[in-house]
């Protein structure tokens, strides 16, 4: 089975509200991570604007056909269109080892 991981990079205090949605349109679960954005000095020093540089990473792993209506909803519930408001991107498992069905990929050699 193919899988896709789906990273969400979104405001803080955004990432309950968005995981919540995702798993309304399919995901299984999601990890969230803290972080904090390195833009924050050049917007504030060039543009005097306040940006805050605290983020939240989702992480979402899913099979292949359940990532479009996820990725959508995170789209929509974090309302990435927006300027400002975070970033998503995609990309293909090849290797996936410890989720509850415990399927194994190994690399060939």
């Not at 955004?14 to 995981?19: H, S, T």
């Not at 991570?33 to 917007?43: N, P, Q």
């Amino acid at each position: 089975m193919d899988y896709i991981c789906i990273v969400a990079i979104v405001e803080r205090g955004k990432a309950d509200f968005v995981v919540k949605m995702a798993k309304k349109a399919g995901a299984n679960g999601a990890t969230i991570i803290y972080g904090r954005g390195t833009g924050e000095t050049e917007a504030k020093k060039f543009l005097n604007i306040h940006i805050e540089s605290s983020k939240e990473v989702i992480i979402i792993l899913t099979e292949k056909q359940k990532a479009k209506p996820i990725y959508d909803e995170i789209v929509r519930a974090g309302k990435l269109k927006d300027p400002g408001t975070g970033i998503i991107f995609t990309f293909p498992i090849s290797n996936l080892l410890g989720l509850h069905h415990r399927e194994e990929f190994i690399l060939e050699d």
